[in-house]
């Protein structure tokens, strides 16, 4: 293996363990932010979850492999073009994630690939895939989120009202004494209910560790390879590479963006998490299975603000400013560093 082979290596680990500090929170964030558990357990949870996303990523995410590997850049890629693109992604969510910041990987990515696409030839990046097939999604996706959730909140929070109306809110007296006859707590449909709900908000943050591990390790992966599948290693090396520095990455430092995202946005209850995550789980699933990158991030963070429902003023203004900030310098950030490096790997 190459001495350039090597520094990808290192990068696509480093790119991949900062992901999963980033990433990892944003399906289980909101089963503490929702007191269902704390922190650390949500985020074991969570790379539990995003590890089987991450396996099953290149048989199910084979098109949003695809589109990394040759559907922005137009031409042959080089080393230099591979090692310029991780650097400027990983460089901008680690600091990121340092600052407690939840961005998206798959912006940083494409700032890197244009930033350095546009150094290595003339023509060199497709506009009308970058328009259509990736900024068009990740854009569409945040008002979709968001709109889901609140309508999916505002229906359940009127059902769980007319639930409420329709319970007897005391036991009467009985008819032969003064006192009514006291009997042993039974499992009433509350409990029941709850411990339902329990189970799908676990169930739903899963899924959206699997989805997210589908989502966002194809295109690590497809970066890499540019340089490591010639040096002589395959695809499913790449994917084992970034599953296990994503693992630790999450375990790492997976708490630095938890708390910003289970508490800072918005303060949910059981019902709301769960809403969030079965939006959130939907949706980047469906776009990993069919090649539309989005991003995890903007997902997460529209659909915890969608489970506020119409009560606008539960939600941080603040904290939504800081996250807008953060994604519209990912792209520029990413790229300018992508094209630093290139300018010196070349």
Same mark, same amino acid.
């Given at each position: *293996?190459?001495?350039?082979?090597?520094?990808?290596?290192?990068?696509?680990?480093?790119?991949?363990?900062?992901?999963?500090?980033?990433?990892?929170?944003?399906?289980?964030?909101?089963?503490?932010?929702?007191?269902?558990?704390?922190?650390?357990?949500?985020?074991?949870?969570? #790379?539990?979850?995003?590890?089987?996303?991450?396996?099953?990523?290149?048989?199910?995410?084979?098109?949003? #492999?695809?589109?990394?590997?040759?559907?922005?850049?137009?031409?042959?890629?080089?080393?230099?073009?591979?090692?310029?693109?991780?650097?400027?992604?990983?460089?901008?969510?680690?600091?990121?994630?340092?600052?407690?910041?939840?961005?998206?990987?798959?912006?940083?990515?494409?700032?890197?690939?244009?930033?350095?696409?546009?150094?290595?030839?003339?023509?060199?990046?497709?506009?009308?895939?970058?328009?259509?097939?990736?900024?068009?999604?990740?854009?569409?996706?945040?008002?979709?989120?968001?709109?889901?959730?609140?309508?999916?909140?505002?229906?359940?929070?009127?059902?769980?009202?007319?639930?409420?109306?329709?319970?007897?809110?005391?036991?009467?007296?009985?008819?032969?004494?003064?006192?009514?006859?006291?009997?042993?707590?039974?499992?009433?449909?509350?409990?029941?209910?709850?411990?339902? *709900?329990?189970?799908?908000?676990?169930?739903?943050?899963?899924?959206?560790?699997?989805?997210?591990?589908?989502?966002?390790?194809?295109?690590?992966?497809?970066?890499?390879?540019?340089?490591?599948?010639?040096?002589?290693?395959?695809?499913?090396?790449? *994917?084992?590479?970034?599953?296990?520095?994503?693992?630790?990455?999450?375990?790492?430092?997976?708490?630095?963006? @938890?708390?910003?995202?289970?508490?800072?946005?918005?303060?949910?209850?059981?019902?709301?998490?769960?809403?969030?995550?079965?939006?959130?789980?939907?949706?980047?699933?469906?776009?990993?299975?069919?090649?539309?990158?989005?991003?995890?991030?903007?997902?997460?963070?529209? @659909?915890?603000?969608?489970?506020?429902?119409?009560?606008?003023?539960?939600?941080?203004?603040?904290?939504?400013?800081?996250?807008?900030?953060?994604?519209?310098?990912?792209?520029?950030?990413?790229?300018?560093?992508?094209?630093?490096?290139?300018?010196?790997?070349?």
């Amino acid at each position: *293996m190459s001495f350039t082979a090597i520094i990808v290596f290192v990068l696509v680990a480093a790119l991949a363990a900062v992901n999963g500090s980033n990433d990892v929170p944003k399906g289980v964030a909101t089963l503490a932010g929702a007191g269902v558990t704390k922190y650390k357990t949500a985020i074991i949870w969570g #790379t539990i979850t995003t590890l089987i996303g991450c396996v099953c990523s290149l048989g199910l995410a084979s098109k949003m #492999t695809a589109l990394f590997s040759k559907g922005i850049i137009t031409g042959a890629t080089t080393d230099a073009f591979a090692v310029a693109v991780l650097a400027g992604a990983a460089f901008w969510v680690g600091l990121a994630t340092v600052l407690r910041l939840p961005v998206s990987t798959t912006h940083a990515l494409i700032g890197g690939m244009v930033g350095a696409g546009l150094l290595m030839s003339t023509g060199g990046v497709s506009w009308s895939a970058v328009g259509s097939k990736l900024v068009t999604p990740l854009l569409v996706s945040i008002v979709v989120a968001y709109a889901i959730t609140m309508i999916l909140a505002v229906a359940t929070g009127a059902a769980n009202k007319r639930r409420a109306a329709s319970t007897p809110s005391a036991t009467p007296a009985s008819e032969g004494g003064d006192v009514a006859v006291q009997t042993a707590p039974a499992v009433t449909p509350e409990k029941t209910s709850s411990r339902i *709900m329990t189970a799908a908000h676990w169930f739903t943050s899963g899924a959206t560790g699997f989805a997210r591990g589908l989502n966002d390790t194809p295109k690590i992966v497809a970066i890499g390879a540019f340089a490591l599948v010639p040096a002589g290693m395959k695809p499913w090396h790449i *994917m084992v590479l970034v599953t296990a520095a994503m693992a630790a990455g999450s375990l790492l430092g997976g708490m630095r963006v @938890a708390e910003k995202l289970g508490e800072g946005v918005v303060k949910m209850n059981h019902r709301e998490g769960f809403l969030a995550n079965l939006t959130t789980a939907a949706l980047v699933g469906v776009g990993a299975g069919a090649g539309l990158p989005m991003s995890t991030t903007h997902v997460s963070t529209g @659909a915890i603000a969608g489970s506020a429902g119409p009560n606008l003023s539960r939600i941080s203004g603040g904290t939504i400013r800081n996250f807008l900030i953060a994604w519209l310098v990912t792209p520029p950030v990413a790229g300018v560093v992508a094209a630093l490096v290139f300018i010196l790997a070349r």
